[in-house]
């Protein structure tokens, strides 16, 4: 495009007043036909438009952005794959494409995007990020999901040097806010670990990883690891549970039981991590009937009670052990209508506090042998059936906020308690008064007190050693989120429901709480990028924990 005609499109910007996304697609109608071009891409006009000095610039971002659904939680989502390792589960199901890690295929999203940059971590997270920012998301506050099947298999020397990768490409994506240089600040706390100065710079990076989220099996979760996996700042972890039936797990060669999940859920929990369940109804052994009392099961027994969910139905992929069984017509998936159904009766079970993330996988159709789960819109057509029937989902996700600036009634603190083996759950929540505009949650877990016997020694706090809490008076914050158009740092904005003292107000509660409980100190899992927040609110950095005395 000729700098003349760019200088033409950037001047009309100023003038254009776009509210909406008609008037975004009238206003690129004129500019064609005005400067015979072909129609311009929202892409080609952000361009043009952050290249006005900033003084200049009108609020029209959230227009031209491309999808801002990628940004509208409050946070943008980078996956990134490790690199083919072997696999210790054996399940049935699992395809094992060469030169993958097990259970991906080659044609999935985020899969070729880590094939384009040889699976570097680095390179991955900076094409994600240059993407984000071409189709017009901010990317102040990433949160971090690290894909590729069982994270704690990989050698804990790999597992460093990703995560440090990943901390690089996000502290040079856009450089640092104004503050005193990282190597100080490193020094002042004694930190001369290479890994540890990465986290220490992304505090004042302009691309901040406000959590990291692994996935691996129950198996794996120890003491020993909760440590290692806090070193590295992870905030979130995956569990690959799919089914709480012993028998289901055994017939598909999962590797562990039903224990072991519950086992899992709980070191986790102590520890301040907030919890997903990945979730695969249709196994080879199970049934509708069987499926949808496993969802009841895992939100009313205090052995489970996830925080987040992830449900993805059986996909029948070739070459693996459960097609063989399909070919000899042992196995049968479940059709459309069958898992639609099934789907739609999850979703009736979901409580307040869980958040679905996702109700398919992102398996391309035509690798997919038969079955409802080659529908990769499934989401939107449960979504329809289930305003048909007129049963709305009380689930996180499909209460946030998101966009809707226009909501004029007044916000609500609300409080839900629910037990959660060795613990008490604390879901604290801002939302409209019908409950169905959520604006923020924070989860707040109170230990049984120190007089307390602990259940056991597994599940003791004290069996962390030095980077859990030194002892069971600490309350746990384990999840603060603001919800809604994300805000940027570096500029001190606000939107509707970011930076305008929610989360503070969460915390003043939570605060409350666990001294009204006899608790005299408070900690955060925080996410490293977030550390600044908690600094200003008086929390103080401690093995990992951002910690606070209760006056």
Same mark, same amino acid.
């Given at each position: 495009?000729?700098?003349?005609i760019?200088?033409k499109?950037?001047?009309?910007?100023?003038?254009?007043?776009?509210?909406?996304?008609?008037?975004?697609?009238?206003?690129?109608?004129?500019?064609?036909?005005?400067?015979?071009?072909?129609?311009?891409?929202?892409? =080609?006009?952000?361009?043009?438009y952050?290249?006005?000095?900033?003084?200049?610039?009108?609020?029209?971002?959230?227009?031209?952005?491309?999808?801002?659904?990628?940004?509208?939680?409050?946070?943008?989502?980078?996956?990134?794959?490790?690199?083919?390792?072997?696999?210790?589960?054996?399940?049935i199901?699992?395809?094992?494409?060469?030169?993958?890690?097990?259970?991906?295929?080659?044609?999935?999203?985020?899969?070729?995007?880590?094939?384009?940059?040889?699976?570097?971590?680095?390179?991955?997270?900076?094409?994600?990020?240059?993407?984000?920012?071409?189709?017009?998301?901010?990317?102040?506050?990433?949160?971090?999901?690290?894909?590729?099947?069982?994270?704690?298999?990989?050698?804990?020397?790999?597992?460093?040097?990703?995560?440090?990768?990943?901390?690089?490409?996000?502290?040079?994506?856009?450089?640092?806010?104004?503050?005193?240089?990282?190597? !100080?600040?490193?020094?002042?706390?004694?930190?001369?670990?290479?890994?540890?100065?990465?986290?220490?710079?992304?505090?004042?990076?302009?691309?901040?990883?406000?959590?990291?989220?692994?996935?691996?099996?129950?198996?794996?979760?120890?003491? =020993?690891?909760?440590?290692?996996?806090?070193?590295?700042?992870?905030?979130?972890?995956?569990?690959?549970?799919?089914?709480?039936?012993?028998?289901?797990?055994?017939?598909?060669?999962?590797?562990?039981?039903?224990?072991?999940?519950?086992t899992?859920t709980?070191?986790?929990?102590?520890?301040?991590?907030?919890?997903?369940?990945?979730?695969?109804?249709g196994?080879?052994?199970?049934s509708?009937?069987? =499926?949808v009392?496993?969802?009841?099961?895992?939100?009313?027994?205090? =052995?489970?009670?996830?925080?987040?969910?992830?449900?993805?139905?059986?996909?029948?992929?070739?070459?693996?052990?459960?097609?063989?069984?399909?070919?000899?017509?042992?196995?049968?998936?479940y059709?459309?209508n !069958?898992?639609?159904?099934?789907?739609?009766?999850?979703?009736?079970?979901?409580?307040?506090?869980?958040?679905?993330?996702?109700?398919?996988?992102?398996?391309?159709?035509?690798?997919?042998?038969?079955?409802?789960?080659?529908?990769?819109?499934?989401?939107?057509i449960?979504?329809?059936?289930?305003?048909?029937?007129?049963?709305?989902?009380?689930?996180?996700?499909?209460?946030?906020?998101?966009?809707?600036?226009?909501?004029?009634?007044?916000?609500?603190?609300?409080?839900?308690?629910?037990?959660?083996?060795?613990? !008490?759950?604390?879901?604290?929540?801002?939302?409209?008064?019908?409950?169905?505009?959520?604006?923020?949650?924070?989860?707040?877990?109170?230990?049984?007190?120190?007089?307390?016997?602990?259940?056991?020694?597994?599940?003791?706090?004290?069996?962390?050693?030095?980077? !859990?809490?030194?002892?069971?008076?600490?309350?746990?914050?384990?999840?603060?989120?603001?919800?809604?158009?994300?805000?940027?740092?570096?500029?001190?904005?606000?939107?509707?429901?970011?930076?305008?003292?929610?989360?503070?107000?969460?915390?003043?509660?939570?605060?409350?709480?666990?001294?009204?409980?006899?608790?005299s100190?408070?900690?955060?899992?925080?996410?490293?990028?977030?550390?600044?927040?908690?600094?200003?609110?008086?929390?103080?950095?401690q093995?990992?924990?951002?910690?606070?005395?209760?006056?």
């Open positions: 495009m000729q700098k003349d760019e200088q499109i950037s001047e009309a910007l100023l003038t254009a007043n776009l509210q909406s996304r008609d008037d975004l697609c009238r206003f690129k109608r004129q500019i064609a036909k005005k400067y015979k071009l072909p129609i311009l891409k929202n892409s =080609d006009l952000l361009e043009i952050h290249k006005l000095p900033t003084k200049k610039r009108v609020d029209m971002e959230m227009i031209l952005r491309k999808r801002p659904i990628r940004s509208l939680s409050g946070i943008v989502n980078v996956s990134v794959l490790t690199k083919p390792w072997h696999c210790p589960g054996k399940c199901f699992c395809p094992n494409e060469k030169n993958l890690p097990k259970s991906y295929l080659a044609k999935e999203p985020a899969v070729q995007r880590a094939i384009a940059n040889n699976f570097d971590p680095y390179k991955q997270v900076a094409m994600r990020l240059s993407a984000l920012r071409a189709t017009g998301h901010p990317t102040d506050k990433v949160e971090l999901r690290i894909i590729g099947g069982t994270w704690s298999a990989y050698p804990r020397k790999y597992q460093e040097w990703f995560v440090g990768e990943c901390f690089r490409a996000c502290n040079e994506f856009l450089g640092y806010s104004k503050a005193p240089s990282a190597l !100080q600040a490193c020094k002042a706390l004694g930190a001369f670990h290479n890994f540890q100065f990465l986290q220490q710079k992304n505090e004042r990076a302009k691309t901040r990883i406000v959590g990291i989220a692994v996935e691996t099996r129950p198996e794996y979760i120890t003491a =020993d690891e909760i440590k290692f996996m806090r070193g590295l700042g992870i905030t979130k972890v995956e569990l690959g549970v799919q089914s709480i039936y012993d028998d289901v797990l055994r017939l598909n060669k999962r590797g562990h039981n039903v224990a072991t999940t519950i899992a709980r070191l986790l929990k102590n520890a301040g991590f907030k919890v997903s369940y990945q979730m695969m109804p196994l080879y052994g199970s509708f009937k069987r =499926d009392a496993m969802f009841r099961e895992i939100f009313i027994n205090p =052995d489970f009670k996830p925080d987040y969910l992830k449900i993805y139905p059986l996909a029948l992929v070739k070459n693996t052990g459960l097609y063989n069984l399909y070919k000899q017509g042992k196995f049968k998936p059709k459309k !069958q898992l639609c159904k099934l789907l739609i009766e999850i979703k009736k079970q979901i409580p307040y506090w869980c958040r679905v993330e996702r109700i398919i996988r992102d398996i391309p159709p035509e690798d997919i042998i038969e079955g409802g789960s080659n529908i990769l819109n499934m989401r939107e449960i979504a329809r059936e289930m305003q048909k029937q007129g049963i709305k989902c009380k689930c996180v996700r499909c209460r946030e906020v998101g966009a809707d600036i226009d909501i004029k009634e007044k916000i609500y603190l609300f409080r839900e308690d629910y037990q959660a083996r060795d613990g !008490q759950e604390i879901f604290l929540s801002y939302a409209t008064k019908n409950q169905e505009k959520l604006f923020g949650l924070l989860r707040l877990r109170l230990s049984p007190k120190p007089s307390s016997p602990a259940p056991s020694a597994l599940c003791n706090r004290k069996a962390l050693g030095a980077f !859990q809490l030194p002892s069971p008076s600490v309350a746990l914050i384990r999840d603060l989120h603001i919800y809604g158009q994300m805000a940027q740092l570096v500029r001190g904005q606000t939107s509707y429901t970011q930076h305008k003292g929610l989360g503070k107000k969460l915390l003043a509660q939570a605060e409350k709480i666990a001294k009204q409980n006899g608790f100190k408070i900690a955060v899992i925080s996410g490293v990028g977030v550390r600044p927040y908690y600094r200003k609110l008086g929390y103080r950095l093995n990992t924990y951002m910690k606070k005395t209760l006056n």
